[in-house]
């Protein structure tokens, strides 16, 4: 009797993996289940989910609590109501095409949890003006943002080694920004057809690069580099690079900003000075801010950033 039992439980186990289930407007995919615990894959329940959703960091099922994991391949595509995404940072992966096509998303930040940032993670989101791209993510892979015509900041995590095909390509309203001292690689046309791109700031080695990484960008563009940098010293020739004038630099030591999402209560631990916006266009300093400050999401949506 007792090894029948057993056997039951593990049959039981087995069987719950890859079953569905739907809580609200969102849908779970059981990827693991030991016991009480699982863990879950989650979706759009279907592309007519609208205004600004926070993605749990568990859901519960027939008394089973499932962390939530990952999100999946196309999880939200063409979800065109979508107008904000909280995730949590328990989310370990953004499929491929998970948010691609949301033209009304507005508010997305990708937490430092995050080790997989898929090809065409946010193509086409064109309301999106700013993205956090968290510490744990090491690719930014193809195409991930491209298409994004109203991306005018981003801000790329310590640990990407490389940006790969068109990752940027098509952000209009990008006009600088900074690569981390970790990447190595650029791949080619990633920054194509950014028409106001004007400033790229590298702090660390010059990369290896693919085929016209600036093709279509202002030939007033500026790569800076570090001075002194002597890989860099070495490519440059008549002050140029990529066809594109340089310029040294002294990269300061970058102001840093971290959130945790519990509920509706957003804590952000930060270096610099805290400023918040509506628009990510006109920024205002968050009075008596030091270190630490605490936002409920549920009654104010605000973007923000931290800087020196």
């Known amino acids: ?52 959703i926070d993605i749990p960091d568990s859901v519960k099922n027939n008394g089973i609590t499932y962390s939530v994991k990952t999100i999946e391949n196309v999880a939200f595509f063409l979800c065109g109501k979508l107008t904000g995404v909280t995730i949590p940072d328990c989310v370990t992966s953004i499929g491929d095409a998970a948010f691609s096509g949301c033209h009304s998303l507005a508010r997305a930040t990708i937490p430092d949890s995050v080790t997989k940032l898929g090809a065409m993670a946010f193509c086409s989101c064109s309301s999106l003006p700013s993205i956090v791209i968290g510490n744990g993510v090491t690719e930014i ?84 580099y570090p001075v002194g940098n002597a890989s860099w010293k070495a490519e440059i020739e008549n002050d140029k690079w990529q066809d594109r004038t340089t310029a040294a630099w002294n990269p300061p030591v970058p102001p840093k900003v971290s959130y945790k999402q519990k509920n509706n209560t957003l804590t952000l631990t930060f270096t610099g000075t805290l400023q918040e916006s509506t628009d990510c266009k006109k920024w205002t300093t968050v009075s008596g801010a030091q270190g630490t400050y605490t936002v409920n999401t549920g009654k104010n949506k605000k973007f923000y950033r931290s800087v020196q």
């Open 1 to 52: 009797m007792t090894v029948t039992c057993l056997l039951f439980a593990v049959l039981h186990s087995q069987a719950a993996v890859g079953n569905t289930f739907t809580v609200g407007n969102l849908s779970y995919t059981v990827l693991t289940e030991a016991g009480s615990k699982g863990t879950v894959s989650v979706k759009a329940k279907n592309q007519s989910i609208s205004g600004d």
């Open 141 to 224: 892979k193809d195409s991930a943002f491209s298409h994004c015509t109203n991306l005018s900041h981003v801000t790329i995590g310590n640990s990407v080694t490389l940006l790969r095909y068109k990752a940027f390509a098509e952000c209009n309203s990008l006009e600088n920004i900074v690569i981390p001292a970790n990447v190595t690689d650029i791949a080619t046309w990633v920054f194509a057809e950014c028409y106001n791109l004007t400033s790229v700031y590298y702090q660390g080695n010059v990369p290896d690069v693919g085929y016209d990484i600036y093709d279509g960008t202002p030939y007033t563009l500026t790569s800076y």
